[in-house]
C-alpha cells in the first residue's frame, strides 16, 4: 500500500482575526482620561471605606465594594516601585525603540501602583525608589499613552 | 471531601511545532493514551470538561474543534477557560456532586499556530495598560525585579533552576528541552526583559493532555493503583499589577494553606515528598516554592542551591523538567498533576523518585502569577 | 453525597444597545452588586465566583483574572467558563456544580457582555474551522437560516409561525422593565421586515445587546441565612454535540427521528432525574434561549411540549403566551435583549424570580417548576430545571 504520509508538506492555512474592537472608558475612565489629555493632570479615586486613593481610578473599591466617590489630584512625579529594561520585543507591541523600559510608579498621593513605560534613563540607573516623572505628549487624544513615558527626575540648576 | 482519585493519565509529546496534528489530533491522542492508562472505554467516561483558550486557539468557542476528539458524545461536557489545574478542578467537582462517578478532563494548545506575545498582551485592560505593549515576559520582568530586590535573590540563583529543569527533561521523553547547562551558560544568555533572560523563559510548545477522575466507589473497579486528591484549593490575587506587592505570593500561600488543610498537611517540609509547579520562568520556581511553604519568603534560591529540589534531593522539584522543558499553556497545569500521578504510582521511568507518598501540583492564570491553583495528592486516601 | 443548591439571591443590568457610561469592569460590578443586595449579604460572604463571556466580543483574554475589580473575586476563587451561546448557563451549571460539591457553600455566577464594543458578527465566524466552514459561513445568522428551511421542510411550518413567536417575545417585553428592546410588533411588521438570509428576517433575530446578570447559588446547610425563598435547581443536563457547521444536518439524526439530539437528549435526561412525564403541564413557566423566532416553534417539540410538527400550532393556541398553559419567556427572552455570555445566566435568573414570586408585571401564578435553557455553540443545549420545593434528595 502507498504510503502518502511519506514526504508530505502539511498544507498551513494563514489568518488573521480581524475584529474592530471600541472599548469605552466609562464615566470614572472619562473623567481620568480627559484630565491626562486636556490639563495633563493625574485623577485617582479614594475609597472612604478603606482609605485607599486608586490610581487608576475605580468606580467602585474592588475590596469592599464601596463607591469610591472622591476624587483626588496626584502628583505628576512618583517613585518607581519595580521596573525592567526590554531588550527583545514583538515589533506590534513596542510603543518606543528598545530598549526602553516598563515600571510600576507610584504617583504622589496614590496608594497603588501605575504600569507605565520608562525612558530617557541611562544605563544602570533604573533601580527601585528612584525618584520620576511623567512626559506627556505634544499630541493628546485621551488615551494612557497621553503620558508619553516615565524617566528620571533631574534637578535642574 | 469525599474521596476521589486520579485513574488514568495521558500527554502527547509537547514540540515546538506539531504540524501534522491539529487541536483535534492532539486531543484525541491524549484522551487515548489516558483511557489506555486506565483500561478504560469512552463508554465508561461519564461526563467530560475540556479545557481551552479561545485566543490561543484563533477561534470564539474554541472547544467546539475538539468535541468529537474528546468523545462528548451523548455525554454532559463543558469548558474550562484556564490552567488544566482549574479544569481538574471542576472535573472533581461534578464528581463530588454525585452526578457522575467519572469525568474526562483535556487541554490541548498550540503555541506554533500563532503569536503568544500579542496574546498574552489581551491579558491587560484595554483602557489603562495594553497599549502600553505588555505582556506575559515583560509583566513576569517587573514581578521578577521585585521579588529579587526584596530578598536579595541574584540571577545566578535563578540560573540554577534553568539548569536544574532543563537537565531533568532528559529523563522525560514527553519534554521539548531538554538541555545540558551550566549557570555560566544561562548568564551569558541574551536579555529578552531584565532580569529574565532567554533561558530564564519557558519555551513555546504545542501539545495536549488528558486525566480520567473517579469516585472511591469507580476507582476501586478502574485500578488497583489509585492516585487519590487529598486537597485542592485556589485563589485569586488582585489584577492591575500596580495593585499588587508583586513580590508578594499571598494568593499562592491563601491557595496552599487551604489545600494542607483540606488534606490534613500541617508541615509541608516534612510531610510533601515531591513538587510540580508551574516555572514559565525560573524566578517563579523560588516564589512559588516559597508560598507553598516549602522555605522561607526569600529562601528559595538557597533551598535551590543547597540541591534539596534535585532529583535526589529531599524534596525534588519538577523532575519532569517543569514549564521550562515544553509550556504547552493550559496543558502545563495538568501535565504538573499527571506527574504527580505517575510519581506516586512508581510510573514515572527514569524520572522515578523513590518513595514519594505525597505530592504536590500547582497551575497559575493570569499575569503574574495572579491566581493559584494547588492540589494535594497522595497514594493513599 | 452532593448537597442540594437553591438560588438565593439575583443580580441584572438593565439591557441596553450600548454602555458607554460603565467599563467591562463597572458593568459586571453593577450586576455583581445588586446581586449580593438581593441576597442580603456582602462579598465577603461568598466562597467563589464563576465568570463567563466570549473572548472575542471583547478581546479581552483571561477575563477571570480581569474581572476581579467588578466580579468581587479579590482574594477568592474564581474560574472562567466558555461555551458560546450557551455560556450563561454553563456558568450556572458550574456555580450549581461548585456548591453541589460541598466544596463551597456560597457561590456567585456573573454572565456578561459588552457586545457593542466590537464586530459581533466578524467574532462569531471565528468559531468555525478555518478550513472547512470559515471560509464559506456567514456567521450566526446563516446557520439559523439553514436549520429553519429544513424544519419548514419536514413540518409545512410557516414564516408566519415564526412572527407569531417574534410577536409575542416583544410583547412579552413590555412587562420586563430590564428587557432591551420594548417595541410594539405585529406580525405584519415582522413579515415586512428585511430578510438577513432567507427565511429569517430581521424582525425574527435577537438584538445585539450590553448587559450583566449575576446569580447567587447557596447550599442546603446555609439558604436559611438569606431573606429571599430558596428557588432549588433541580436538575442540570446539557449536550454540546459537534464540531462543524454542517453537523445538525445529518442525515443519520433525522433518520433517527433526533431532529435537535442536544435540546432533545439534555431536556429528556432532566425529566427523567425530576420525574417529569408531561412536561407542557407539569412545568409552570420557561424561559428558553430562542435566539430566533423559528427555535419557539421547533424547541417546543424537542422539549416534549407537543409532537412533532405541533410547534405552530401549539404556538398559535396561546398556551405559551402570558395566561397560557406553559408561558413561554415572560422576560421577553433573547430575542428582546441578547448580551450573550448573560444570556444563559438570565434564564436562571428569570426563573428564580418566578419561582420565588418576585417577577413583578411579568411574573406568572404560583410557579412551582421552571425550564430554563442556554443555546449556542454548533446546535448545543443546556437545560435546567428549577423548583419551590427541596429535592427529597440530592441530584446532579
Ligand atoms: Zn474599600
Redesign the pocket.
Known sequence: MEDWRKDQEIVVMEGRIKVPYRWAAGEVGTRYLQALRDEMRFLGTR??????VYHPPRRN??????E?GEWVELGERGTLLTYTVVRRHHPQLSPLPLPFGYGIVRLEGADTGFLHLLYEFQEGELRAGLPVEAVFAQEREGSVLDVRYFRPVREVG | MEPVAVVGVGMTAMRRERRKDGYADLVYEAVCLALEDAGMTIDQVDNVVTVSNDFFDGRTISSMAIQDACGSYDKNVSTVEGDGTFGAFYGLMRILSGSFGTTLVCAHHKGSESEMALITNAMFDPIYERFLGVEAITSSALQARAYMDKYGVTEEDCALVSVKNHGNAFRNPVAQLPLELTVEEVMASPYVAEPLKVLDCCPISDGASAVILASAERAAKITDKPVWVRGVAHCCDAYHLGDRDLSDVRALQYAARKAYSMAGISDPRQEIDLVELYDAFTYMELMWLEGLGFCDPGDGGKLTASGATALDGKIPVNPSGGCLSGHPVLVAGLNRIIECVLQLRGDAGERQVDGVRAAVAHGVNGPCGQSHCVWVLGGER | MGKRVAVVGVGMTKQRSSRPDVNGQELINEAVRAALEDAGISRRDIDAVVIGNMDHFEGINYVDTWSVDGSGALMKPIMKLTTGGTTGTTVAMAAYYHVASGLFDRVLAVGWEKNSESDTTGAIITAFDPFWDRPIFAGAVAGLALEATQYMHLTGATEEDAAYVAVRERRHALNNPFAHLHINLTIEDVMNSPYLSWPVKMGDMCPRTDGACAVVFASEDVVEEFPNKPAWILAVADRHLWAYTSDPYVNQAIENGWWFPALEWSAREVYDKVGIKDPLKEIDVAELYLPYSFAGLRYMESLGFCERGGGPDLVRSGATDMGGECPVNPSGGVMSSNAIGATGLLRVAECALQIQGRAGDRQVPDVKIALATGFGGCFWSDVLLMGREMPEKPRG
Open positions: 475609597c472612604p471605606g478603606c482609605g485607599i473599591c474592588p475590596d469592599c465594594e464601596r469610591c
